[in-house]
């Protein structure tokens, strides 16, 4: 018996990094995964490859800013798999760029997706495990919504939103059977880090080495299945130390 046998789990950003790695476990703990990416091929391509595995898998293609895209992720996922049991709210984007010379155009991009974004999801989420009898979310914040760094300042702001955004929802659905919590991830090795910055960035992390998505998969995991079943309203940093600097 896998941790989230016959669950059905709604994956953003599933196609690629974490998001990808955690739809890896979920499977092999015997989840039914819905993938949802912008990114329609490596989206595709990745629903194949997890095809040879189970046939319980579904690839959407959606904008996590889009209300209206967002909310057929969700009827999408129903009229296949029958309800949605668990949530990976996880896609997002990252840029570096000064902040006094920043567009407010990209000031809005990056919170559209990193803030406003998980809201949408986890409101579509809640709607349906208000019907269903409860559930579990997971939102991915950062190391970055604790602590500041130059040049990211949209991002680190919508990441520290993420994890009150995290622990105010939590308190409004306790009651509901609802759990919501939040994983912070450090320096992890997946494609959103550029292959030049990799080096630097695991010589400033205590561990001296960038994390894995897997090592990140094996936290929501936990706080996704009932091993986790007393969370909620916490944010759960994997950073290699960074932050305890
Ligand atoms: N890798 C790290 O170092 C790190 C550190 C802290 C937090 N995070 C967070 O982890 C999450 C996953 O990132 P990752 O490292 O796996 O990066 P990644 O780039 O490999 O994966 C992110 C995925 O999200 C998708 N995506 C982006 N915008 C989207 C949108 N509007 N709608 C739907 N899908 C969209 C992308 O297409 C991509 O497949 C992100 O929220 C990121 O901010 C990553």
Known sequence: MGKLQDKVAVITGGASGIGAETARLFVSEGAKVVLVDLNEEKGKAFEEELKAITPHVLFIKADITSEEEVENIFAQAVSTFGTVDVVFNNAGIGRVHPSHDLEYSEWRKTVNVDLDGVFLVARESIRNMLQTGGGTIVNTASMYGWVGSPGSAAYNAAKGGVINLTRSLALEYADQNIRINAVCPGFIDTPIIP???????????????????????????????????????????????????
């Open 195 to 245: 292959e030049e910055d990799k080096q630097a960035l695991a010589s400033i992390t205590p561990l001296k080495r960038l994390g894995k998505a897997e090592e990140m998969a094996k936290a929501v995991l936990f706080m996704s299945s009932d091993d986790s079943s007393f969370m909620t309203g916490s944010s759960l940093t994997l950073d290699g130390g960074y932050t305890a600097q």
